[in-house]
């Protein structure tokens, strides 16, 4: 199957400063990709769809200038955490759809706030 | 809106048990239909899926079957391991909205 990945798997900041998720679609091109979070033992929560350079689409209660989406390439998306604090600390997981409307997750980034 | 209810864990059992994890969907159309198996600190793996009315999914001894009549995909497995303890997400897909999940179910399987 396809193959999404991830970077950093984990990361760990200081409050208030920026972090930087990326998320690849390795082997397809995708025209959409969604950002989810997860708390411990909850489901995923939809953060955000992406489409290929155009704006993020926010769900609602996200905070679209705190988690910054940037879809610069049919590969590629970033979110940005800006300013992060420890109510931040989640585990992050973006998905990518492929042409067949198929969506595929990568493996996830850890991030704790200090 | 379309919605997907899961069976609420968790759900213990031996190894070599049965195991039925019950799903319910509400839904426009007519939705693809998916199990997602989330292992300890890892992303979401795709278990199995279904596409239409009375397509049966299945993966690694696990089955679902789409039932359109009582909107359900139930999945069973007719002797679970202990690697197969892990977190089970039953989701629909509907048109090109993102998918929708359950709760999830957290499995555990012991010896």
């Known amino acids: 199957g396809a193959v999404v990945s991830q970077h950093p798997s984990w990361v760990i900041c200081k409050s208030g400063t920026s972090v930087k998720i990326e998320c690849r679609s390795l082997?397809?091109?995708?025209?959409?990709m969604f950002w989810y979070r997860q708390f411990p033992k909850q489901s995923l929560m939809l953060m955000a769809t992406?489409?290929?350079?155009?704006?993020?689409?926010?769900e609602q209660g996200v905070e679209k200038d705190k988690f910054l989406i940037n879809h610069a390439s049919l590969t590629l998306s970033t979110l940005t955490v800006t300013s992060a604090h420890p109510e931040d600390s989640s585990f992050y997981i973006c998905?990518?759809?492929?042409?067949?409307?198929?969506?595929?997750f990568g493996p996830g980034t850890r991030l704790t706030v200090l | 809106g379309n919605s997907v209810t899961q069976m609420e864990g968790p759900v213990t059992l031996s190894e070599e048990a049965f195991l039925t994890i019950n799903c319910t969907y509400t839904?426009?159309?007519?939705?693809?239909l998916f199990w997602y198996v989330q292992y300890p600190g890892e992303g979401l793996q795709l278990l199995l899926k279904?596409?239409?009315?009375?397509d049966k999914g299945s993966n690694k001894g696990f089955e679902a079957t789409y039932r359109k009549e009582t909107t359900s995909f139930h999945l069973e497995k007719g002797s679970v391991q202990v690697s197969d303890s892990a977190v089970h997400f039953c989701?629909?897909?509907?048109?090109?909205?993102?998918?929708?999940f359950g709760k999830g179910t957290r499995l555990s399987v012991i010896a």
């Open positions: 992406s489409n290929e350079g155009s704006k993020a689409t926010y």
């Open positions: 082997d397809f091109q995708a025209t959409t």
């Open positions: 998905s990518a759809r492929d042409p067949s409307n198929e969506q595929f």
């Open positions: 279904a596409t239409k009315a009375d």
């Open positions: 839904a426009t159309g007519y939705p693809s």
């Open positions: 989701a629909l897909l509907s048109g090109n909205t993102p998918l929708v």
